[in-house]
């Protein structure tokens, strides 16, 4: 039965794609024209020079793609051309692009030369974008200083580019004043602010006022969730108010940015709060919650924790809770809610579910056998990586030197720190993908309770296991996990551990497929909650669409299950071991351009520039710090009920083109 079931919906997708590859193109898409693909074909190839003659092309549509392709690249050969062509080129669009792609550099260097050119440039278009582009570079001090040259209708590129700059943004008594007053500002000005009050260094209680007022009446959505984030930040004071707002909020995301705010507080006021989130009739809050009571486990009781948890449908919830009850649970309710995890793991067939159960064994060290042994024992990618992170929670336990004790009064043979790393080093050993990267992580981590400060204290040399394993690693499909290994290499050589790798150009672009791709080419996302229908955006990221398609076709995501959700935020898909740390051995290049991260977006996970494969995610809301560092490649039109729904686990059953 099951197999006619695949069968025929292998057929289904055939004819399907079949349809689509024998469509004309009612709607031809930018890159019909031969001179639009060969610019973006030195463009995948990463050939700067290339691209940099492009810019003096009489069509000012190819300069503009020209300057965006560098956008992608970070080569500083590119900087002076798009400097000259920012200043220069008589094409307001073209100028806009040279900023777009310089800010993408971020360079500190860039600052005052593109705040000279935001002050002195006429055209409003390009002027927000070059302010965009100083924000961008971490030029938020000056923007603050110099606020006073721009005019009024630049107060919303202002507050977009504050918001970029406010993780380098040192406190300055002049920000918090400058972003209160861009609060009065509707639309992007007023959600660039809130956004920004909610990331900055800084007592934000000046600002109290405006985002409580605001808060209360803003209508669009992310702009509400931001006021109400920051509101919460900047007024621990008004806890029964925003206690009776989250209980009045319709829209869930508007009850998560709530509660996700008032976690700087302290004492009863939180309690109050997280007994409403931990019935809230979202799952995704009641998941937020559950989280919280996991990493601050004194909040509620264990008595407490255990009850709700009962009562918890959401298997992830539930057992993060139980998680959290374990942690304080005296011998007797330890070993009760140990044996019921026990039992309830025996009995659970999906993986998912068995993972959840797996780390709330973690919280009791009696547990600790039971871990290995699925650890080391199990034919299951999934929980193999489930157990392992399971087995490093108990390491990076706070109570590790209680678990070191009755460790050593057992008359273990060798101390719990021994016992773990040879634990670390038998996962090294698996040659496992998601292991060593998670065991890599592990040992850079100087914070460790214990008496040793790491796994392998420093000035240990001996590390031909991590060399080993680098060398087990395939290119380009494991990078993710090669670049941890070498990061830590790199720790024990004493070697700076930044950067990222990329890999080698592997996968042209298919401009056949891409001449018949509509701009308007629309798919189908069929899952256990319902369909999701969304549009590609071929003209902004032909090479990331072409491969989608290339991968629909190839019925490459049939069955595949959501191996991350985070509410609020994304929903990810497309890993074909289900962890996350698979992927395959033909890679893309990034596709940045100046569209935002919007609620809906479909948009390329990566492990760093150019490592883009097959893995994809749909945003919840906005999401502007995604802007400009991920390819964004399409939209939601209809279902975003049903990506609100969707929870780790679900299934994507398959996705379909649709004919145009």
Known sequence: MNKRIVKCAFYAQFIVSSAFLLTSCTEPNRFSEDHMRQVHTFGDERNTSAVIDYLKDKDEAVRAHACELLASQSDSLAIGPLLHYMEFDPSEHVRASAAFALGQYQMEGLINLMLRWAIDEKSTSVKKA??????????????VKFKDKFPENLNEALAEALFYSTRKLPETPELIPLLQSLLKEEGEARFYAASALCRIKGNIQPAAEELKKFGQSEDEIPTRMALLRAWCIAAEKDSLLLLKQFGEEENYLCRLSIFRGIQSWKGKAISKFLLKALVDESFHIRESAAEYCLNNPSILSSIELEKI????????????????????????????????????????????????????????????????????????????????????????????????QIWQNSAASQSLEEHFKKVILDAMATYDVSLVAIASTILRDTTLPGNSPSIFPIPSRDIKFLEDALNQMRLPRDIESYGEILKTIRFFEGNPIEGNLKPEMNNPINWQ???????????????????????????????????????????????????????????????????????????????????????????MASAGPDTESCQWFITHTRTPHLNGRYTAFGKVVDGMDVVHKLGIGAKIQRIELLAP
């Not at 070059?130 to 923007?143: F, H």
């Not at 990221?541 to 290339?550: D, K, Q, W």
Request: aromatic fraction near 8%.
């Open 309 to 404: 948890a009962l009562n918890e449908n959401h298997a992830r919830a539930r057992y993060m809770l139980l998680e959290a009850a374990l942690k304080n649970a005296d011998v007797k309710q330890s070993a009760r809610i140990s044996s019921s995890l026990q039992a309830a793991y025996s009995k659970e067939q999906d993986e998912y579910v068995r993972g959840f159960i797996l780390n709330a064994l973690s919280a009791d060290f009696s547990n600790l056998a039971i871990l290995e042994e699925e650890c080391f024992n199990t034919t299951s990618i999934l929980i193999r990586e489930f157990s392992f992170e399971a087995l490093l929670k108990i390491r990076r336990d706070e109570r590790f030197p209680q678990f070191a």
């Open 130 to 143: 070059v302010i965009i582009a100083v924000g961008k570079s971490g030029g938020g001090a000056q923007l």
């Open 513 to 603: 497929l891409v001449e018949r791709i509509p701009d308007n080419q629309q798919i189908e996302i069929h899952t256990d909650a319902g369909i999701i229908r969304a549009e590609l955006w071929v003209n902004d990221a032909p090479g990331t669409v072409a491969n989608f398609i290339h991968l629909i076709q190839d019925s490459f995501y049939i069955n595949k299950r959501l191996h991350r959700v985070v509410p609020g935020f994304v929903i990810q898909d497309g890993c074909p071991r289900g962890d996350g740390y698979g992927s395959r051995m033909e890679t893309i290049r990034s596709e940045f351009s100046s569209r935002n991260f919007d609620e809906g977006i479909l948009g």
